[in-house]
């Protein structure tokens, strides 16, 4: 059997943070877990499966006793903002409503996309409903990550694959990708595309390199904290 661990909850806690920020008593506890799993699906909802289509990869939610605020990382944030604002302010709106609590939202631009796993996964699974070459997708899906300064990039499909009869796995590696290693940053991300012959899963993974500690970093700067004599 094999025996696989999320990369990214692996993580949490030492290289990475919760994707909900906020602290509960034990009844109220379990009524804010699904008000966090009903924002994100209704901003996934609003901008990535419908128009303006934002290349949404990651929303994450924090809470005051007075506020909820909503960071969205975007590839697109005009798309997200709007003609004068008007998007945003429609969604600020519709999560009060939604939550009955006096709501934000905040916006962090992606730099680059071809390294975000879940806009990778979800490009991929976008050219998987066209029918296109997947093959030839794929890799040039992986070699663009290369290309963008990923140290490693794993692309997994499954399904009926190109309509075949019989379910079936494709992968494509470039460089490394060190899923065991805790200082090591990998970006994850599972996607599934309907299709018209099934359901094809897209798994992303990519490696942008080794996230060092403090006094490592400031040392692999030349900072190592020693006065150096003059001369």
């Given amino acids: 059997m094999g025996q696989k661990v999320h990369p990214f909850g692996f993580r949490v806690g030492i290289t990475e943070g919760h994707k909900s920020r906020w602290y509960a008593p034990k009844a109220l506890f379990a009524e804010l877990l699904v008000e966090d799993y009903r924002i994100r699906e209704f901003v996934d909802k609003q901008l990535n499966r419908t128009p303006p289509f934002a290349a949404v990869s990651d929303i994450i939610i924090e809470r005051t006793r007075e506020e909820l605020t909503v960071i969205v990382k975007t590839a ?8 004068k604002g008007s998007e945003i302010e429609k969604l600020t709106t519709d999560l009060q409503t939604l939550t009955g609590r006096k709501a934000s939202v905040k916006l962090i631009e992606v730099m680059n996309p071809d390294t975000d796993a879940r806009l990778v996964a979800e490009a991929v699974g976008e050219q998987m409903r066209k029918r296109g070459n997947f093959r030839r997708m794929l890799k040039q899906r992986a070699e663009s990550a290369i290309q963008h300064g990923a140290k490693g990039v794993r692309i997994q499909i499954s399904g009926r694959l ?18 065991s290693t805790l200082q090591a940053e990998v970006d994850y991300a599972i996607v599934h595309a309907q299709t018209t012959y099934g359901v094809i899963g897209v798994k992303v993974w990519i490696y942008k390199g080794d996230i060092l500690p403090v006094k490592e970093a400031e040392k692999a700067k030349g900072f190592d904290g020693k006065e150096k004599a003059s001369a």
Avoid: C, D, Q, Y
């Fill in 162 to 179: 190109g309509g075949a009869e019989m379910s079936r796995k494709f992968i494509v590696r470039e460089g490394s990708i060190p899923l």
């Fill in 76 to 83: 697109r944030p005009g798309l997200v903002v709007g003609p």
